[in-house]
Antibody, heavy 128, light 108 residues
Framework: EVQLVESGGDLVQPGRSLRLSCVASGFNFNDYAMHWVRQVPGKGLEWVSGLTWNSGAIGYADSVKGRFTISRDNAKNSLYLQMNSLRPEDTAFYYC?????????????????????WGQGTKVVVSS | SSELTQDPAVSVALGQTVRITCQGDGLRNYHASWYQQKPGQAPVTVIYRKDNRPSGIPDRFSGSSSGDTASLTITGAQAEDEADYYCGSRDTSANHVVFGGGTKLTVL
């Protein structure tokens, strides 16, 4: 069964850091671009970041650029999101999502807006 | 940045056909994908890159596009199709992904 399981969400004070993890199973993680998408409760979806299968291309939303860092460890089938300088507006559910096409290696491919598998999400609350 | 516009709410009678649309200039050049989200649950992909359906998604879900508008069609809507539906595509101006605001589908 193809599965993505996120973890690391927590209540954190503004200005602090948090690291999210996503463990993949049931497919060749090495071959696919991966993404983080967030959703403020009751609101719409917002793409946060994505990186290609070999980390050769990485993209960030303007709202997180310079504060968040996406990375992956293909040996551990894991995707990460390091979130620094957190703000109250970063409060959201964070979902890990898989790109549907293997060996996506360009920014154009990476930002197609296509995902085929989603995790169940992890909640981040930024509040004092 | 490019925007994707969706109707906030659409309704359909049980068993009838409904089309949910997504409009944006970028859709003239890039495909849309469609995501279903039920209350308290993670999104589920029903269509990706215009007309590809993931395994396990019923064939009553289909995608199409014309000009600057992408459409998700549900042929023979079921009660379990009641959900929020989001379109997503490429933000042509900023190398980002952009989502529509979502459409709440009610099955009557």
């Amino acid at each position: 069964e193809v599965q993505l399981v996120e973890s690391g969400g927590d209540l954190v004070q503004p200005g602090r850091s948090l690291r999210l993890s996503c463990v993949a199973s049931g497919f060749n993680f090495n071959d696919y671009a991966m993404h983080w998408v967030r959703q403020v409760p009751g609101k719409g979806l917002e793409w946060v970041s994505g990186l290609t299968w070999n980390s050769g291309a990485i993209g960030y939303a303007d709202s997180v650029k310079g504060r968040f860092t996406i990375s992956r460890d293909n040996a551990k089938n894991s995707l990460y999101l390091q979130m620094n300088s957190l703000r109250p507006e970063d409060t959201a559910f964070y979902y890990c999502a898989k790109d549907p096409f293997s060996y996506c290696s360009t920014t154009t491919c990476l930002t197609s807006g296509a995902f085929d598998i989603w995790g169940q999400g992890t909640k981040v609350v930024v509040s004092s | 940045s490019s925007e994707l516009t969706q109707d906030p709410a659409v309704s359909v009678a049980l068993g009838q056909t409904v089309r949910i649309t997504c409009q944006g200039d970028g859709l003239r050049n890039y495909h849309a994908s469609w995501y279903q989200q039920k209350p308290g649950q993670a999104p589920v992909t029903v269509i990706y890159r215009k007309d590809n359906r993931p395994s396990g998604i019923p064939d009553r879900f289909s995608g199409s596009s014309s000009g600057d508008t992408a459409s998700l069609t549900i042929t023979g809507a079921q009660a379990e199709d009641e959900a929020d539906y989001y379109c997503g595509s490429r933000d042509t101006s900023a190398n980002h992904v952009v989502f529509g605001g979502g459409t709440k589908l009610t099955v009557l």
